[in-house]
DNA sequence: TATTGTTATACTCTATAACTATA
DNA sequence: TATAGTTATAGAGTATAACAATA
């Protein structure tokens, strides 16, 4: 178990990476935004999907799928083919145009990325998709839990006497 | 130098690291989102600073910083004060009650990832606050560099055809 | 009755541009 | 003229709730 400065040091990291996570948003196709790249990425990756499935995958709520996949659609980069098994359910699948824009994509972070990266070793970048990998798994798999607060104190009124 | 493959998936883990960071914002107090947590944190590490160090240490444009100062100095947590020294510039200033909601703050984030990262050694969570701090500086130093990209192929009617 | 997916609404975060005040 | 900061506006991402169709 790590340390209480630790965690705070971790919980700022977290809320700094956005930062590089906007710098790669910002090589984007105009008309291909971080929301629809993260769909043709998952298609590519896992190949034919539900809705629900994709949801997941996202890690977000399935109206945020609906529209993300609905942009990609228009497009013309996937198709909504109806399941046999399920009339409820789309199955979602890459067209050859959206097979060329996902390689585009791949052709644009990875050139950034080993531009900004060019100082790491393969050994630095395994390490930190591993560790990212494991962080998203210690908070995916208890989704839904709702957290329990360690007694707020007070919450409105606190008035703490010193350093506790 | 990493390969190819291994920055797609830096880029997909970067991209999914977000559900982590909104797990992290359902935790905070409904009046204080995660960009005025993020003015507390950074005050209450660095101290004192004028707007535009603010502005630099969140890597968000001036505007917006100017947005969420206001809305954490509406509710009394921080101060901006005059600077004697350039009238145009304020001084931001963590004020008691501001001291307050960054501990009650610090409290709810370090219980949020003890419980998740029960299992993490300390070891593991100290080597992943150090790549993402490389990870960030490796983009931050070169910021405003406009970026080339690798001759796009043609950008709309791109054919490929086929694994090239 | 429960589930899959869509749509409407609202909120947060961000960047760009126009503007004020000061250097 | 250039810089520090504010405000207005617009765009992207997300969640909640209401709804339709099917299981």
Redesign the pocket.
């Known amino acids: 178990m790590a340390e209480r400065t630790q965690f705070e040091e971790l919980a700022r990291q977290l809320s700094a990476v956005?930062a590089v996570k906007?710098d790669m948003g910002r090589i984007l196709p105009p008309d291909c935004?971080?929301?629809?790249a993260a769909v043709l990425t998952l298609l590519g990756r896992h190949g034919d999907m539900?809705?629900?499935k994709l949801a997941e995958l996202?890690a977000?709520?399935?109206?945020?799928?609906?529209?993300?996949?609905?942009h990609v659609a228009a497009r013309g980069w996937i198709e909504?083919h109806p399941?046999p098994a399920?009339?409820?359910?789309?199955i979602l699948r890459l067209t050859p145009a959206g097979l060329d824009r996902l390689d585009e994509l791949s052709r644009r972070t990875t050139h950034l990325l080993a531009e900004r990266l060019a100082d790491w070793t393969d050994e630095d970048v395994g390490e930190l998709i591993r560790l990212m990998t494991r962080l998203r798994a210690s908070f995916g798999d208890c989704r839904s839990a709702p957290l329990r607060l360690p007694a707020p104190v007070s919450e409105e009124t606190t008035r703490t006497p010193a350093s506790t």
């Open positions: 956005g906007r935004p971080a929301g629809s539900r809705m629900s996202l977000v709520d399935m109206s945020v799928t609906s529209r993300h996949v609905a909504r399941d399920d009339k409820r359910s789309r």
